[in-house]
């Protein structure tokens, strides 16, 4: 078996073989069909240009759910399937994963018998994977539950239960889990073009490492493409007058003090004066409240907030939480694109589209994988991988992934800072314990230790400070001004780890500090960046 290493994993790219499946997208999509076809024997390649979840992937609600508010829609086999997968994931994932009671505050009676019989249905198809049981709780119950929650009519709440997790680790550790099964996962390596052959066929594609700049020729009996709202650009490789399959609406996070909230039970507000839906869910330390809906024309890798969107946020949050949030508190703002599908119809509001998944096989035999959502990532990957041997693309081999358990997975769930390492805890306390340098945090205000730094590059593929400081901690999206300060200090280490020089240290640095700009409000970027 490969080491999780990319310098060794990358020299896969030289060997002379025909993959069997080649995968574009180190998203939750592509790493669940890259787990699933690993672990169906089938020989494994996964390409991503940036970083793993480095797109939608890592700036989900961090829910797992059925999603509650598709029953309203009557989509009742959406819920029953994500219900299914919601305790499929907490099952494999447990150190990622967390049971999580949400409220939904009641202002009115009526509203009160709504959601409890509604929320009893959810219960009940969510079957034997249940989390618990939904119920009415009296205003009393839900004032000690929720103290700073807005008491003005307050009538009382409907508790009822679903997962939170880590999105970016999760992606992570699909990655890992893909290559302890024989698979091959790799950042920073990008597609620029398909390969056809003389009937059109495709017959895998051209990969830029973007690290070296070499171009590697990679041939493959099935080409899938799990970009998410990139998913046309592939498409249009292959065939340059196809029609938009994907409508990008972008949603938005502000994550905010735990004083806010103070509690461990998340609140749901059902329906926003705009019709959306808005969470406020503890997350590590903080507070996570979102999200938006807004149609988009265009992507990027690094979707900004509209001020529009953070006045909704803020200004709903305010409605139903005694301590108001403003501009100053928040810590950090993160926007994603959803890669919904398009619709004939244009005027269809974006929450009003289907979030259910589609896998299209196009003429020349590429594999797109649309819409969808992180929860049921993993039966994404087995319809996916059902559709392509059902064309004979590759011959019949059993899904076994149900039962899977993923990379960091423990019996008995760790507790404390470093409990999202699950099964390499141990492995990385050890790590932090052969050097005092390693047990060292990376300044004062926060908990996060340079050895986690040095565990990230050894043993998690991260290649920038963005990596680590985004994605294998979460610093930027808990606090980005914090964030900000330590990125000088993560750069040093990585230097020394991945033998770079000052330059690419000054490099480094200085494109952080410019990216975590935009994660901090223009109002609080003075107060953050000017030296004290
Ligand atoms: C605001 C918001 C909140 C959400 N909340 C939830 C939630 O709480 N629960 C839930 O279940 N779902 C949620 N979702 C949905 C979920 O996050 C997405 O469905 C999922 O992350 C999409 O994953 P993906 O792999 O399809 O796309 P992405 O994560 O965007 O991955 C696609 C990847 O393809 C890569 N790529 C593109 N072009 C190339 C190329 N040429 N070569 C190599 N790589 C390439 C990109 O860099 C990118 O990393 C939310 C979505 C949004 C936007």
């Excluded at 399959?245 to 938005?252: D, M, T, V």
């Excluded at 390499?424 to 932090?432: Q, R, V």
Aim: hydrophobic share 40%.
């Amino acid at each position: 078996m490969n080491p999780f290493e990319r310098k060794i994993l990358i020299e896969e790219l030289r060997n002379e073989i025909v993959w069997d499946l080649l995968i574009i997208g180190g998203g939750a999509t592509g790493l669940g069909i890259a787990v699933d076809a690993a672990s169906r024997g089938f020989k494994t390649l996964l390409v991503e240009q940036d970083d793993f979840a480095k797109g939608t992937s890592s700036r989900s609600t961090k829910l797992v759910h059925g999603g509650v508010r598709y029953l309203g829609q009557g989509n009742i086999s959406l819920v029953k399937e994500a219900l299914k997968e919601r305790g499929l994931l907490l099952k494999n994932a447990p150190h990622l994963t967390k049971n999580e009671s949400i409220i939904i505050p009641c202002y009115s009676w009526l509203k009160v018998f709504f959601y409890a019989t509604g929320l009893k249905f959810y219960d009940w198809l969510s079957g034997g994977l249940t989390l618990g049981k939904s119920k009415v709780i009296s205003k009393k119950e839900l004032i000690s539950r929720l103290p700073t929650l807005e008491k003005k009519s307050l009538k009382s709440g409907v508790l009822y239960h679903d997962g939170t997790f880590d999105d970016a680790r999760l992606a992570l550790n699909l990655a890992q889990t893909c290559v302890e099964n024989g698979g091959v996962a790799l950042n920073y390596c990008k597609v620029v073009s398909l390969i056809k052959s003389g009937d059109d066929k495709i017959r895998g594609a051209n990969v830029l490492d973007k690290e070296s700049g070499e171009l590697y020729e990679i041939k493959s009996k099935v080409v899938v493409n799990a970009t998410g709202v990139f998913v046309d650009d592939i498409i249009k490789m292959d065939n340059a007058r196809s029609k938009s399959l994907i409508r990008p609406s972008q949603g938005i996070h502000l994550v905010l003090d735990s004083s806010f909230l103070q509690s461990m039970d998340s609140i749901m507000i059902p329906h926003t004066d705009d019709g959306r839906v808005l969470f406020a869910i503890p997350w590590y330390d903080k507070v996570l409240i979102g999200t938006t809906d807004t149609p988009l024309n265009n992507h990027s890798p690094e979707p900004r907030a509209l001020e529009s969107e953070i006045e909704f946020v803020l200004n709903t949050a305010g409605k139903y939480l005694s301590k108001k949030p403003a501009k100053k508190d928040v810590l950090s703002v993160f926007a994603g694109l959803r890669p919904l599908a398009a619709t004939a119809d244009n005027n269809k509001k974006t929450k009003e589209i289907s979030r259910s998944h589609k896998v299209i096989i196009s003429e020349s035999g590429l594999v797109s994988v649309i819409g969808g959502k992180w929860t049921t990532y993993r039966k994404m990957a087995e319809d996916t991988l059902s559709a392509i041997m059902k064309r004979k693309m590759l011959p019949a081999k059993k899904c076994i992934t149900a039962d899977l358990k993923i990379h960091g997975y423990t019996p008995v769930n760790t507790t404390g800072a470093l409990s999202f390492y699950g099964a390499d805890k141990n492995k990385l306390e050890a790590l932090i314990d052969s050097n005092q340098l390693y047990a060292e945090p990376l300044n004062k205000e926060t908990g996060i230790l340079a050895g986690q730094v040095v565990w990230a590059v050894r043993n998690e593929m991260a290649r920038t400070v963005e990596d680590v400081l985004a994605r294998r901690t979460r610093l930027l999206f808990t606090d980005a001004g914090l964030a900000f300060k330590v990125a000088p200090k993560v750069a040093e280490i990585m230097m020394h780890e991945l033998n770079r020089d000052e330059v690419w240290k000054q490099n480094q640095t200085r494109g952080f500090i410019e990216l975590a700009k935009g994660y901090i409000l223009n109002d609080n970027l003075d107060s953050i960046t000017s030296p004290k």
